[in-house]
């Protein structure tokens, strides 16, 4: 294991959702799935995310995009928002996404800063979510190191 990251590294991270109407969703995540019983699972749609990991440059480089001039203070500030939708616009690689077209057929969404803008925010916080349990460094995952 090295703990340089190359550009070509990238994880794959699998969900399922389940439309429920209007803006409503269900989201459910591998080990959720595992657990459901076949009737639980109908309605489901299976998704996935590939995202490149996060180096300390890109990382860097995002925190200072999301660095402003605070015009009430007079000092720099700090924008959380500015800072999740740069990183989800830099780290995710290729998605499983489609629209249907007039004629029903799938058409893949490309992955692109538009279609990232435009994701129900939603699925987009658990998208989020779900990579920062998959690559954050938590207590038992240091107890195993």
């Not at 590294?9 to 019983?37: C, E, P, Q, S």
Request: proline share 3%; with cysteine.
């Amino acid at each position: 294991m090295s703990v340089f990251i190359k550009d070509k590294n990238t994880f794959r991270l699998d969900f399922w959702i389940k439309h429920l109407g209007d803006y409503n969703f269900r989201f459910v995540n591998k080990d959720a799935w595992r657990k459901m019983i076949d009737e639980e699972r109908e309605g489901f749609e299976h998704c996935w995310v590939s995202f490149k990991p996060l180096t300390w440059r890109l990382h860097n480089e995002l925190r200072e995009k999301a660095i402003y001039d605070n015009p009430e203070t007079g000092m720099k500030d700090w924008s959380a928002p500015t800072y999740a939708q740069e990183k989800m616009k830099a780290i995710i690689v290729d998605w499983s996404f489609t629209e249907d077209d007039e004629d029903g057929n799938k058409l893949k969404i490309k992955v692109s800063d538009e279609a990232i803008s435009t994701m129900h925010p939603g699925i987009a916080e658990v998208i989020m979510d779900t990579y920062e349990e998959h690559t954050e460094l938590t207590e038992d995952k240091k107890k195993e190191s």
